[in-house]
């Protein structure tokens, strides 16, 4: 029952919201995934302990830095374009990350993969606040996007 009789009903609501959470899944579940690999990276490009960490810490230190502004960006100018190219940028640098040959170029991917994410993490929730009018839909929603979130991050290791 719709309390709010004002409120639109998206038709296809819960479609957004699968689409919304395996964009979430995806860039917070490679937040972390990239640990089960560090032997075979260390391995393979004979990556340092140092390096090993910027390969870690770079996609992390630029989703971070860029969330907030990459939000307000979305805010501005539409939060579905900038998940839509957020997702892009996201997906060929990590096409770009799997064909890496060296540490450095690992490390600059995984960056260029954090400016995708920082895109697309804040405009999931936006995204979801907007086609979700009904309170009670959207805390179930809310729900939903929180435990994909939080499976994303057990996934990840």
Not at 56 to 78: E, I, K, P, Q, T
Not at 85 to 103: D, P, R
Not at 119 to 134: E, G, K, N, S
Request: glycine share 8%.
């Amino acid at each position: 029952m719709n309390t709010h009789p004002e409120a639109k009903i998206h038709d296809r609501r819960w479609i957004i919201l699968l689409v919304l959470c395996i964009s979430l899944f995806m860039v917070v579940v490679d937040n972390l995934i990239i640990n089960v690999a560090l032997p075979t990276l260390s391995r393979e490009l004979g990556a340092s302990t140092s390096g090993l960490q910027w390969i870690v810490d770079s996609y992390a230190l630029v989703f971070s830095c860029l969330l907030l502004a990459f939000g307000g960006l979305g805010d501005r100018f539409g939060r579905k374009g900038a998940m839509q190219v957020g997702l892009v940028a996201f997906m060929a640098c990590s096409v770009w990350a799997s064909f890496a040959t060296s540490t450095a170029t690992l490390i600059i991917a995984r960056g260029a993969m954090g400016i995708g994410a920082a895109a697309v993490f804040p405009a999931t929730l936006a995204i979801l606040i907007d086609v979700f009018r009904d309170p009670i839909e959207r805390a179930k929603a809310i729900g939903v996007w929180s435990a994909v979130s939080g499976m994303a991050v057990a996934f990840g290791p």
